[in-house]
């Protein structure tokens, strides 16, 4: 009713919003080509990343959530009761949520196949690199769950992290948009490094040794907290604390 009102003062506006599809030249494509162009797969390809990690890292969190779920619902006592330690039922968790990780990659690989025809793609490093992703998806998470009180809280705050690191990793708005601040924080976020070594791989035609330090690093961060996670995990169920 108010928008009637003041139509006359504010339609038509006074702003027209108008897209254009560029090509790599600076030139509009004729009618008829789409988006199926040569920069539009290399937009795709750039976007692609920050996605598939923001996913992955949110996988392994519903993944080591559960464990913390199955206390609430006291199903962790049932198989606790038998000839099974609380590392087993960790490991075994952790386990599994890689393997939904690996399937989650295998889903999205497709079209990442897609934006990438006709590139050179280094196929084994891109292999590793999603496994030390996987790798630190799941220490992060295992660490996270591992020193909150209950399921609630690591949820609530997981969420912040996420978005946190995302957002300072570049995954979402890139790393050149950025305030100065946040590019000096992105180092310290695992969602840069995985995030810069898929870019790497399949937009700027890099090898394994470009995304080595990628790799290293996420794999570094992955031990230390997947070791730090099994470790409160398996206090807590030992306690009680998530049975």
Not at 28 to 42: C, E, I, M, V, Y
Not at 82 to 91: E, L, Q, R, S
Not at 160 to 182: E, K, T, V
């Amino acid at each position: 009713r108010n928008l009637t009102g003041a139509g006359p003062y504010l339609f038509p506006p006074v702003i027209r919003l108008e897209t254009v599809q560029l090509d790599r030249a600076g030139a509009a494509p004729s009618p008829g080509t789409g988006t199926d162009t040569p920069l539009a797969k290399l937009l795709f390809l750039l976007t692609l990343p920050g996605v598939t990690v923001f996913a992955l890292f949110t996988l392994a969190d519903q993944g080591m959530r559960d464990l913390l779920a199955e206390g609430r619902l006291h199903t962790l006592q049932r198989q606790l009761s038998g000839p099974v330690g609380a590392g087993t039922v960790v490991t075994a968790k952790a386990a599994s949520t890689a393997v939904v990780l690996a399937l989650g990659l295998l889903v999205i690989a497709p079209f990442a196949a897609w934006a990438a025809a006709g590139r050179k793609i280094d196929v084994p490093a891109l292999v590793v690199q999603g496994l030390a992703l996987i790798l630190a998806a799941i220490g992060f998470a295992a660490a996270l769950y591992g020193l909150m009180r209950n399921e609630r809280q690591g949820a609530t705050l997981g969420s912040l992290f996420y978005l946190a690191m995302a957002f300072s990793g570049g995954s979402f708005i890139p790393l050149d948009s950025l305030p100065g601040a946040l590019r000096r924080l992105a180092p310290f976020s695992p969602f840069y490094w995985a995030s810069e070594g898929f870019k790497e791989l399949l937009a700027r035609d890099g090898t394994f040794r470009d995304v080595l330090p990628n790799i290293a690093i996420l794999t570094g961060m992955g031990v230390v907290l997947l070791a730090l996670g099994s470790f409160l995990l398996r206090r807590r169920v030992l306690r009680g604390a998530a049975a």
